[in-house]
């Protein structure tokens, strides 16, 4: 067994094997000038305004390394927010970490993008809300993010950067995602993620007016595969990623590659999770300002909680796939059925499933209620102080 | 054929370094990571933009002089890292 357990009485369970944190994701900032409803900030972010010190974010960054981490993701909210960005960049590249900004766009502009190269920056992830300028700015909430983001990915593109183009796609822009496509094709991105919105946060909140019905769906899934087959006839290099949503599913996701096995989150004021969505969870999450990363990862009740099967219900306990799918999500089997320690209900085996038909269901009416969109004025509805 | 004058180059996509925790060479692109076996790994260390196949091959056999079929091992292994995109060969 790992060696963080020697020394503990016996009659402890010694911490169970896992991986190292290979994915560190820095939420800078809850700061953003854009009010996506589909972000998967928490809901009461506006309650978390303590934000990490420069210092306290290199301590971090040096802590992950030693525990094997190297990729490292700048978030948020919006990281272009933070003034000290370049700072964190070229402290982060210099411990040898690859470094990836993923940014909206909104607040980056030519001399930045250098200045963050000079820093060391490896690669720029754009996020886009739609191919057409309305729709991107109405979802977005601002009317001037669809032109900035244009210019931005040319300008990513021009300084030599890998470039990723994240389009979040839901019922209001998945069908058109050939347009999306192109537009992506035209921008020269390097990866596309297609991702189908994942109901946390502030997108659990606005599921029915995101949620696609099956058919639209299965329609954007075969036209992305028709330009995976042209794009790939005609030599270009670009690669399309399609996230698949769970919903549509009938056994879980193997969410994360299993709790605390290769993904550590920092939020802005310094908790540190297993994931982004962990926050919601009714568990006591341990803080990098009074913790290392390294007693965090290997020692913390918060990170060993769902780690190994043992915690596991039926039908979960018995299943042979439950290797496969750990479960699924624990986030989502806390949202649906209020114990994080229940089956995914996306499993067809779950006793809650009928809360997934029924969703599924509702995606086929049309989307009736307005968009919450997430700011700190909506926030404040949620916070709890 | 691949020609042996060819001078492979890392890809903009990838940086290519040792990994002290996985105790082996990777290369890191966005948000990923391709851990290179023993053999890639010494391959692509050679990898620089000036060296071609027979300055490569040459400083293996070097390095190896034990080591049967080098030649052959180099090209199998540019070949698919021609495919993967992740070099390019300038000649």
Known sequence: MSGSCQGKPSSLPETPTHGQPLWLLAELTYKCPLQCPYCSNPKDFADFTEELTTEEWIKVFEEGRKLGAVQLGFSGGEPLVRQDLSRLIHEARKLGYYTNLITSGVGLNERKVAEFRDAGLDHIQVSFQASDESVNNMLAGSQKAFQQKLKMAREVKAQGYPMVLNFVTHRHNIDQIDRIIELCVELEADYVELATCQYYGWAYENRQQLMPTRAQLERAERITNEYRAKLAAAGNPIKLIFVTPDYYEERPKGCMNGWGQVFLTVTPDGQALPCHSARMLPIEFPNVREHSLDHIWNESFGFNHFRGYEWMKEPCRSCDEKEKDFGGCRCQAYMMTGDAHNTDPVCSKSSHHDIILNARAEAEKPAAEPFLYRNERNSRVFCKG | ?91
């Open chain 2, 1 to 91: 054929m691949m020609s042996m004058e060819m001078i492979p180059v890392l890809e903009s996509m990838f940086r290519f370094q040792w990994e002290e925790a996985q105790q082996c060479y990777v290369l890191l692109y966005p948000e990923g990571m391709v851990k290179l076996n023993g053999p890639a790994g010494e391959i692509l260390s050679l990898v620089d933009g000036k060296r071609n196949l027979v300055d490569i091959i040459g400083l293996l056999v070097d390095k190896y002089p034990q080591a049967e079929d080098l030649d052959k091992d180099v090209v199998v292994f540019i070949d698919d890292a021609l495919e993967q995109n992740w070099i390019r060969g300038v000649v």
